[in-house]
């Protein structure tokens, strides 16, 4: 059981045992549901990182090593990703080291939050960069477009240096 599945039963728990002490039978049902689906509900961030690391985990080798922040995900390593590789500086959101398909440093944004702090995001994919791996601005599926149109807009300034995939969950397989 991963974190946002526990943080979902904990959350039906409390919601229930507050809605019985309200409401009995019925209270309990209707608090437990309200509960868990606050305690279960994550940023846009956390949530396209839990999809995206999914999506990596299902495509990579059972051999594959997948370190992630912010989150606790059934299959990741018990350490952050900071450290991990040499010369990378920061702590990206995940890291994906298999000897059967590409090697990837993976940075998780929306464009909420690229354009609340832009610069942020530009240091972050900067400190990323390191041979052997592939660095990649993920964001939400309905955000790529904007998205590759501001990397491209950075690379034309010469803010990011060094070559930059933008993906999804959605297609963060073919980037394997």
Do not use: C
């Amino acid at each position: 059981m991963d974190d946002k599945s526990k943080n979902q039963l904990g959350g039906g728990a409390i919601g229930g045992a507050l809605g019985a002490a309200a409401g009995g039978p019925a209270g309990a049902v209707v608090g437990a549901t309200i509960g868990g689906w606050l305690f279960g509900r994550e940023s846009d961030h956390n949530d396209t990182l839990r999809k995206t690391f999914s999506a990596v985990k299902e495509s990579t080798s059972d051999d594959a090593h997948l370190y992630v922040s912010h989150i606790d995900p059934a299959g990741a390593e018990s350490t952050s990703p900071q450290g991990v590789i040499d010369g990378v500086n920061g702590e990206p959101d995940l890291i994906s080291i298999d000897s059967t398909s590409a090697n990837l440093i993976v940075e998780v944004e929306t464009m909420k939050a690229i354009a609340e702090n832009g610069s942020h995001a530009l240091e972050q994919l900067q400190d990323y960069r390191t041979s052997g791996f592939k660095r990649v601005l993920v964001v939400p599926e309905d955000e790529i477009e904007t998205a590759v149109e501001w990397v491209e807009t950075h690379e034309d300034q010469g803010t990011l240096e060094g070559s930059i995939t933008v993906a999804s969950p959605e297609r963060i397989a073919n980037v394997l």
